[in-house]
């Protein structure tokens, strides 16, 4: 990391045609009235692609898309950014209707999604090094951890909330209670929010569904939880001057811990959170995908001397509450 501008250095060009990083998932089109065609495109694989991109990582994403987000506007900003997007055509793909209220999200499904089959995958991608795997709509089947795990010295992130979903009858999208998946076993990094977990659950109990993993339990602007192991460590929210939109901030914290694990080999430490922190604070300040930070917007951030709210998480799960 560069004492400098807070920021890590971006990855080495020596090897400029290997890829550092996998993005896996369906791309959503979220419900707006804002734009033109009634949606914009959203999901983890999304940002997560765009977030590791700008901050230094060269990304391979492997997205599956239906047929008006294959031809998607923002897919723009993912190719300027140096993304290889490899698209997964599927008859289906996840579409919500997000309804914010006081602070708090619920979401309407208008459609599931297919599977985005590990078939998909380029070969020449296999033995990349770094991995996330972003479901939204458990798209993401449990072969993908056989593939992203496969060298020793892999780095899997998983992001949780898109296998604690249900997508009710009604069309709400409704929390389910956390289960095994061959995804969180593979992981070293899996990261969620605590409006994604059920009440009830302990941090005993989560910490058994990934227990190689270093765990992250966000709670937006009350700050965050890091397990790793039996240690626990707590983590501020740096503010944001404004609030524009807090769709995909989640997404974007979890891809910028990714690029500090996979450019210094820092998980989940310290500053690799606050440095997550900064990234997501500087997400919301924009419209969908065109909030997602560069490395020198990240930066700026962490210079600026914005206040940082101190860990403030309740009882839920244990010891964290509030939303990503």
């Not at 056989?146 to 899997?156: L, M, P, T």
């Not at 700050?223 to 740096?238: N, S, W």
């Not at 419209?287 to 998480?313: D, H, K, M, N, W």
């Amino acid at each position: 990391m560069s004492e400098a501008d807070g920021v890590y250095d971006e990855a080495s060009t020596g090897s400029a045609d290997r890829l550092d990083l996998i993005v896996v998932g369906a791309a959503s089109r979220d419900v707006t009235p804002d734009d033109p065609r009634g949606w914009r495109l959203g999901g983890a694989v999304s940002y997560g692609s765009l977030t590791a991109a700008r901050l230094g990582l060269r990304v391979g994403c492997v997205m599956g898309v239906d047929e008006p987000a294959a031809g998607a506007a923002e897919l723009d900003l993912l190719e300027a950014a140096g993304v290889l997007v490899h698209q997964v055509p599927l008859e289906h793909g996840p579409v919500f209707e997000n309804i914010e209220r006081d602070g708090h999200r619920r979401q309407r499904w208008l459609s599931k999604s297919d599977a985005v089959p590990v078939t998909a995958l380029p070969g020449e991608w296999r033995r990349t090094r770094g991995w996330l795997l972003g479901p939204v709509a458990g798209e993401a089947a449990d072969s993908w951890a056989e593939v992203a795990a496969a060298r020793s010295d892999a780095c899997v992130a998983v992001g949780w909330q898109g296998l604690l979903r249900e997508f009710a009858a009604d069309g709400w999208v409704r929390r389910v209670g956390p289960g095994s998946s061959p995804l969180l076993e593979a992981a070293g990094l899996v990261c969620v929010s605590v409006a994604d977990v059920s009440p009830g659950a302990s941090l005993g109990e989560l910490r058994g569904f990934a227990p190689r993993a270093s765990l992250v339990l966000t709670a937006g602007a009350g700050g965050g939880v890091a397990l790793h192991g039996a240690a626990t460590a707590r983590y501020g929210a740096i503010v944001a001057p404004m609030v524009v939109d807090p769709t995909g901030a989640g997404d974007v914290f979890l891809a910028a811990l990714m690029a500090a694990w996979l450019l210094t080999g820092e998980l989940a430490t310290a500053r690799a959170l606050r440095f997550a922190a900064a990234a997501g604070s500087c997400a919301v300040e924009g419209v969908g995908l065109a909030g997602v930070p560069t490395r020198a917007q990240v930066a700026a951030r962490l210079r600026s001397g914005v206040p940082v709210i101190e860990a403030a998480c309740g009882r839920q799960t244990g010891e964290a509450s509030g939303r990503a």
